[in-house]
């Protein structure tokens, strides 16, 4: 009897292969959000921090809503989506009254953020709290030396420093929130992020 026999392929269809099946397993998979969405996220967010949360502050420290927003987007979604958010979220703190730093400095924060996207999980811990720490020094230092370069203020950096710290501690306390609030929502269902 050949191999290519019909009569046998039939048996062997009828019968099975001898090795037992496994269970299916469902694989999670994760579509990023898109842009749109995440550009109202971030007028929404400019328009909440600029309205609500203006007279908020710790230590001469103001939250910034627009840096957790900007680098999970970075972390979750790529190079691509964070430094085009960044650019958008700059341009939009600028035009609340930012004094036109916030464009360069949100953009590259976007931009680094996403290059971790492919080396870590957007929704570790200390990924995340890490990330939003470095932009948010990354953005104190692009604004610094903005005013000492460009505009020849000297002294700003010891003047601006000790709020710069304490930005960076309150913007790593925000972003450990929301992190919280998406872990909660995506366990019980609420939040497909």
Known sequence: M??????????RLRIGSGTPRRPRVDAEISV??????L??????????QSTVLSSVEFRGAHISLLIVLVVWTGLRCGVVTGGWLGLLAGL?????????VNVLGFTLAGFGAGLLANRFFWDSFPVFIAAVAAAAALCAFVSWATLAIAFGERGAFARDSHTAVWAIVVDCTVAAIALTFIRFGRSRGWIRA
């Not at 939009?92 to 036109?100: E, M, P, S, V």
Request: proline share 9%; aromatic share 2%; glycine share 14%.
């Open 2 to 11: 050949s191999t290519l026999d019909p009569a046998r392929a039939d048996e």
């Open 32 to 37: 990023p959000p898109r842009f749109g969405l």
């Open 39 to 48: 550009a109202l996220l971030a007028i929404a967010a400019s328009i909440v």
């Open 92 to 100: 939009i703190a600028d035009a609340l009254g930012g004094g036109g």
